[in-house]
């Protein structure tokens, strides 16, 4: 804008000459961004107050002055009048420069008071009002436990997807189920235990004899090195404590022989089937299960026998333990003669022991048929005799150790048959 006094060159937003200080009367000189484009003056402008300072000697104005407007303007008119008389401008210090009416200086900036002229309006606001600019808050970040929970969900649903599968292949068929036996007896399985063999059970009462007709038979049942044996017993046909596996070229004529040790377990969900294994292969020869009843020579005994010919073992001699199995002696076999023997007419007295009694020793009998005397105070130690029932022996003493057998439990008695015979015999089976 040009003024019309001085022909100063002035923004268009000015309302004073920044030269001469004239003040633009027209209110057509007025920039249209400080008028509006409808209202009126007082309705546009800012509200802050603002008065030149005084004169010396000056009071300030008690009229409030709008900012760059004198007091005696008059907005019903379309221009600003002229000042009063005697208002000295310079004198009043009205200047702009001299007021620091610097548009800098009074913090007159559009930008920051919010001047937008692309506004259709003009934007009121206070001289060095700093406006708040609400802040922005930054959206929280996502718990971390929500991750977490998902990798957990995830690592739980792979570890049952594994144990399902560890399950399914440690569980799953690996073949034809495994053939058990149907009735009592011994047994032997083939290599994948889909077929059993059932082993003769033959009787002899004298063992040298069965030994000498068993190493004869070519026919006896085949099987493997390491055989698979099951045992369908109900504990009293076949006692599993009782019996011994022997291999039959030991047997000799005074009793001894050689057992193999082997192991027994249960067969899952059959309580009187049991397992019976050997820890190491068999070498090639003969060999039978053995139940002995009575003297080697002289007794009841049952022998279950089978061969063993494909093996890579030479001998079993790191296998076989020593077992005796006394035969019946002369002198006792002379005793029965004698006491079986009819008596004469002339004989009136009884016979009398070939060997006198202990001295002190206690007399006990036979409760029953068949009681062992053995070697040890063992059920594993060998049979050396058979008391039959009422048979009268003495006792010598008792074992410290105790044993469960066919639902009895007890020690042993060391005892000694009219005969001198000693041995141990499980002491529930005598009575006193």
């Known amino acids: 804008m040009i003024c019309p006094k001085c022909s100063g060159l002035n923004d268009d937003t000015n309302i004073f000459c920044i030269i001469c200080g004239e003040t633009f009367h ?9 008028m509006g484009p409808q209202n009126p003056l007082e309705t546009i402008m800012p509200t802050q107050i603002f008065q030149p300072p005084p004169a010396a000697g000056e009071e300030f104005l008690s009229t409030p002055t709008v900012f760059g407007v004198p007091p005696n303007y008059n907005q019903s008119q379309a221009g600003f009048n002229q000042p009063p008389p005697g208002f000295d401008q310079s004198q009043a210090g009205f200047n702009q420069s001299q007021a620091n009416f610097n548009q800098s200086q009074a913090n007159f900036n559009q930008s920051q008071a919010g001047f937008n002229q692309s506004q259709a309006g003009f934007n009121p606001s206070f001289v060095g009002f700093n406006p708040v600019i609400p802040q922005v808050q930054p959206e929280p970040p996502k718990s971390r436990w929500v991750l977490w929970l998902g990798l957990g969900g995830v690592f739980v649903i792979l570890l049952g997807c594994g144990i399902a599968a560890a399950v399914f292949f440690l569980y799953r068929p690996t073949g034809p189920a495994e053939v058990l036996p149907d009735h009592l007896g011994l047994f032997f399985q083939n290599g994948d235990k889909t077929a059993i063999t059932e082993l003769a059970k033959k009787d002899y009462a004298n063992a040298l004899d069965g030994k000498d007709k068993l190493l004869k038979d070519e026919s006896l049942p085949e099987v493997e090195s390491r055989p698979n044996l099951i045992l369908y017993s109900d504990g009293k046909d076949i006692p599993v404590g009782d019996l011994k596996l022997v291999q039959l070229d030991t047997i000799k004529n005074d009793g001894k022989l050689k057992q193999v040790e082997f192991k027994v377990t249960p067969v899952d ?6 397992r019976l294994w050997l820890t190491e292969n068999l070498a090639k020869g003969k060999y039978a299960f053995a139940l002995f009843d009575g003297f080697l020579d002289e007794g009841k005994h049952k022998l279950w026998a089978f061969q063993v010919k494909n093996s890579d073992r030479t001998d079993n001699a790191s296998l076989l333990k020593e077992l005796t199995v006394a035969p019946k002696s002369k002198d ?12 004469s007419p002339s004989a009136t007295a009884t016979p009398k022991p070939t060997v006198a009694p202990p001295v002190g020793a206690r007399t006990a009998y036979a409760g029953t048929n068949n009681v062992l005397v053995r070697s040890a105070p063992s059920l594993d130690a060998a049979k050396v005799n058979a008391l039959r029932n009422g048979q009268k022996v003495y006792i010598l003493g008792f074992s410290d150790n105790y044993d469960y057998w066919n639902g009895l439990e007890g020690n042993w008695a060391h005892v000694q048959t009219e005969g001198g015979q000693r041995g141990w015999v499980f002491s529930p089976l005598l009575r006193y």
Not at 26 to 34: G, Y
Not at 269 to 274: R, S, T
């Open 26 to 34: 027209s209110s057509t000189n007025l920039p249209s961004t400080v």
């Open 269 to 274: 969900g059959k309580p009187e089937m049991k």
């Open 332 to 343: 006792e076999k002379k005793e029965e003669n004698s006491n079986t023997a009819t008596p």
